[in-house]
């Protein structure tokens, strides 16, 4: 049972969503909302508290994209927590390419730098007891129906997934769509290692699917965007089936991932092959590349070259 959670990027979308689920169980004592700005936190916060009639909420401000500002949230925990869910992220708009004092770009930044550094500051400082759930996207085993596909790394070397991470990989063609799917591949094996470095904490992968009511679609290019949030999501997708669903939903899939047992170790779950939503298996028994071991522990390596001089 998990009695402590922290959540990253928690004042909106998935992340406010599996705060408010969370405080509903009923072994659940205290929920820390890992938020980037002061007053949207607050807001949230006190949406929850009217929602849930809990006041168990707790606030921690830092910013996920910068190493020192995440360590500095670490030194302000006192007291153990039982599990942390890595939800900040997301696709993050026109500043997606510009390079951070880490040396990855933007959006590497935002989905992966200060979510390995909370997590292995809390590991150092024998904070974190359970498990942590990195959140991961159906981007990287692609869906062959709506065209998307897989990555495809050419040797998933260091070097490589360093290219990833600061956006040379691309070269002039950088798309933060495109690069997104990549960026949480990295972060992907990244937990995946972890989970065989640390087998006494439980590390979950896990893909909230293709979910409605977040802010997933701003971030998008107003062509893509308006497509995707008036026609795709909303008529298209619940047409085809088995493609679309709700916030609570999606949230749900992290809540799980947390608490129940059948969710193991070293696992990324994501919807089944050609879907979107729908019950989560195991992306490995398809995308192998998630089995291999030095891919991990590279993709890990290809991390810390940014961290160490962050």
Not at 103 to 114: C, D
Not at 257 to 277: C, M, N, P, Q
């Amino acid at each position: 049972m998990n009695q402590s959670i922290l959540i990253t990027g928690a004042n909106t979308g998935l992340g406010k969503e599996a705060a408010r689920q969370l405080a509903l169980k009923k072994e659940t004592k205290k929920v820390i909302l890992f938020c980037r700005n002061q007053v949207k936190a607050e807001a949230a916060k006190k949406d929850l508290e009217e929602q849930t009639g809990k006041k168990i909420f707790e606030i921690i401000i830092g910013d996920v994209a910068d190493a020192n500002s995440v360590r500095k949230v670490v030194e302000k925990i006192k007291e153990p927590i039982d599990a942390v869910i890595l939800n900040a992220g997301g696709v993050v708009g026109k500043t997606a390419a510009k390079i951070t004092p880490s040396g990855m770009n933007e959006l590497a930044a935002t989905n992966i730098l200060g979510n390995v550094v909370l997590v292995e500051e809390l590991i150092k400082r024998d904070l974190l007891k359970k498990t942590v759930l990195s959140v991961s996207a159906e981007a990287v085993p692609g869906v062959k129906m709506l065209g998307m596909k897989p990555v495809a790394m050419k040797t998933s070397s260091v070097d490589e997934f360093a290219a990833v991470l600061d956006g040379s990989y691309f070269g002039d063609k950088f798309e933060a769509i495109q690069a997104y799917g990549y960026v949480k591949y990295a972060a992907t094996m990244w937990a995946l290692s972890m989970s065989r470095k640390y087998p006494d904490l439980k590390f979950v992968v896990m893909s909230p699917g293709n979910t409605g009511g977040t802010n997933a679609p701003d971030s998008l290019p107003p062509a893509m965007k308006f497509m995707l949030k008036y026609l795709m999501m909303p008529i298209v997708f619940p047409l085809i089936g088995g493609m679309v669903h709700t916030l609570t939903v999606g949230a749900k899939r992290f809540v799980d991932g947390i608490s129940d047992e059948r969710f193991k170790s070293g696992v990324f779950y994501a919807s089944a092959a050609g879907k979107l939503s729908g019950d989560v298996v195991d992306q490995s028994t398809f995308y192998t590349d998630l089995k291999n071991t030095s891919f991990q522990d590279n993709a890990d390596e290809a991390i810390h070259r940014f961290i160490d001089r962050a």
